[in-house]
């Protein structure tokens, strides 16, 4: 069974670039979309963007201009860039499987907040 | 994109009664190539990871309790929880993997009456 873990850090100040690592753990990296969402406290669950196994990225049309998914198969990871973060930025960041589009595994998810 | 919208936000029911959540897209997620509708459910426990309930609007995902049920097409969708039970406390969202973006519903929070 998969799990995905995210790491990265848990405060990033204003202006500053968000990077995030997911780690895939019990299932390869290949045949699956891998995906990045983020809840902000009080609000509904977004869509960040994800890659495919191929190389291919989409990304949430809001953030487009900011986000940046990549992959390392070789290490089973996958990671998330997030340039010019303010605090509306802060929020739970969960990183996920898809069986093509639809979302099946989740991390746990980890809460970054922006602050200086 | 397409918008999805969730009801109530809320709501308290009784243990053993039915709790109903109502999930609508703005446009249908049902795809004429397959006759699948792309909509999932998840339940969502504070400090988790969100938990698969339902693919293709009412698949039951392994291990999910039969109680569960996902129901609906186009661009009505409804997960009903025939017998609620004290672990059942959660927020329910809905999710369309229909076109990307993705989107999900903005949740409903059921508790216990």
């Known amino acids: 069974q998969v799990q995905l873990q995210e790491s990265g850090p848990g405060l990033v100040k204003p202006s500053e670039t968000l990077s995030l690592t997911c780690t895939v753990s019990?299932?390869?990296?290949?045949?699956?979309?891998w995906n990045w969402i983020r809840q902000v406290p009080g609000e509904g669950l977004e869509w960040i963007g994800h890659i495919h196994y191929s190389g291919s990225t989409n990304y949430s049309p809001s953030l487009k201009s900011r986000v940046a998914i990549s992959a390392d198969t070789s290490k089973h990871q996958f990671s998330l860039r997030l340039a010019s973060m303010t605090a509306a930025d802060t929020a739970v960041y969960y990183c996920?499987?898809?069986?093509?589009?639809?979302?099946?595994?989740w991390g746990p998810g980890t809460l970054v907040t922006v602050s200086s | 994109d397409i918008v999805m919208t969730q009801s109530p936000d809320s709501l308290a029911v009784s243990l053993g009664e039915r709790a109903t959540i109502n999930c609508k897209s703005s446009q249908s997620v049902l795809s004429s190539a397959d006759n699948k509708n792309y909509l999932a459910w998840y339940q969502h426990k504070p400090g988790q990871p969100p938990k698969f309930l339902f693919s293709?609007?009412?698949t039951r995902e392994s291990g999910v309790p039969d109680r569960f049920s996902g129901s609906g097409s186009g661009t009505d969708f409804t997960l009903t929880i025939s017998s609620l039970q004290a672990e059942d406390v959660a927020t329910y969202f809905c999710?369309?993997?229909?076109?990307?973006?993705?989107?999900f519903g903005g949740g409903t929070k059921v508790e216990i009456k």
């Open positions: 293709w609007a009412s």
């Open positions: 019990g299932d390869s990296t290949s045949s699956f979309y």
């Open positions: 996920a499987r898809g069986a093509g589009y639809m979302i099946e595994s």
């Open positions: 999710h369309q993997y229909y076109s990307a973006p993705l989107t």
